[in-house]
């Protein structure tokens, strides 16, 4: 098949990611694939290596001259049997013109938030197909009345061979960090947004560090962090918190932990740093909130948001298991992701998605 991505984000988030991880397991599947994106970005970045032919452009906002023209000749020259968009401000512009150029249009919706009135009537009814990222977008879509049967589910893909644990590059990265082997390390990787719950992880952080010492943060951001953040830590303790980035790489980071924390205290989309993390087999805390419950075993033991005992206790038991019994518990969270949501399975629903697509078949959500 013969696809053509739309994505002029400049980001480096979920969305993003998505599109990279799908492109290149699509290409791996031995599908041709180009992307429309902006030179010298992320997404240029980390696609010049994927297989995907790379096209300059991007739209600022839906009615850019400069990004409809970029498309339309995108569109012109690589004559996609189907164009993908990811981002709302750009749906109209590649349902358009990917129709005119005779191509069938697949859209993707990343974000919970409603969309316009007139996107949410006529984009989903007029894209071939319309893909929510988790039944919980999905289900607020449908609440905001785009109808059910125009809404297919498929999760993010992860690429299961880049985040794996490897023990080499783990004593290499706690040594870079200077962390002692006995050190418990309790990661976080995302943006220091006070939604995001930072703020609550690093006092509960702070809070167990007073009775468990060996206990550490990795803050992995996109942005170093702001004094505010830093004056909130508890005196004396700024020793125990390390942060790193902003970096293209954030892989790497997760062989130096012992666990995750996923302290979102908004409704995410999805919960691609849970899968991540699962994925190196750590033991992952997250609330129990938006779609970060479907990045999960049915069962896991999820936390309650704002119960601030119980995220302490949740970190002061990964403390006190033996390396082994965290061992155990990521085993479980590896061969679920494994199971769930490895690009070559993702990429391999994408497809039947748009083949049922093309023989006039719709599929329905169950």
Known sequence: MRLLFVASSENRRGTEMHLVTLATALVAGGHEVAALVRPRSFLCRALKSSGVLIIAGGFRNALDPRGWLALAAACSHWKPEWVAGSFAHEYWPTLLLGRRAGARVVLFRHMPAPLGQLTRRWVPRLADRFIAVSSFVRSQLIATGVPAERVD?????????????????????????????????????GTLAESKGVGFLARAVDEVALAQP?????????????????????????????????????????????????????????????????????????????????????GAPLLTVGDAAAWRSAILNIVSLSPDERLRIGERGRAFVMERFDMHTIATRFIELLSAADSGQREQFS
């Not at 794996?164 to 004593?171: A, D, F, I, K, Q």
């Not at 996109?222 to 004396?236: H, I, K, V, Y």
């Open 153 to 189: 589910v498929l999760h993010n893909p992860l690429d299961t061979g880049l985040f794996r644990p490897n023990p080499t590059e783990r004593v290499r990265m706690r040594r870079e960090l200077g962390v002692s082997d006995d050190s418990v390390v309790l990661g976080y990787v």
């Open 214 to 298: 060996r206990l550490h943060a990795l803050w992995v951001t996109t942005a170093p962090p702001a004094q505010q953040f830093l004056e909130s830590l508890r005196p004396g303790a700024l020793s125990r918190h390390r942060f790193v980035g902003p970096c293209d790489d954030v892989a790497r980071y997760y062989n130096a932990m012992d666990a995750l924390a996923v302290p979102s205290q908004w409704r995410e989309p999805f919960g691609r740093v849970a899968i991540e993390g699962q994925a190196f087999g750590l033991p992952v805390l997250a609330n129990r909130i938006g779609g970060l419950t479907e990045a999960f075993p049915e």
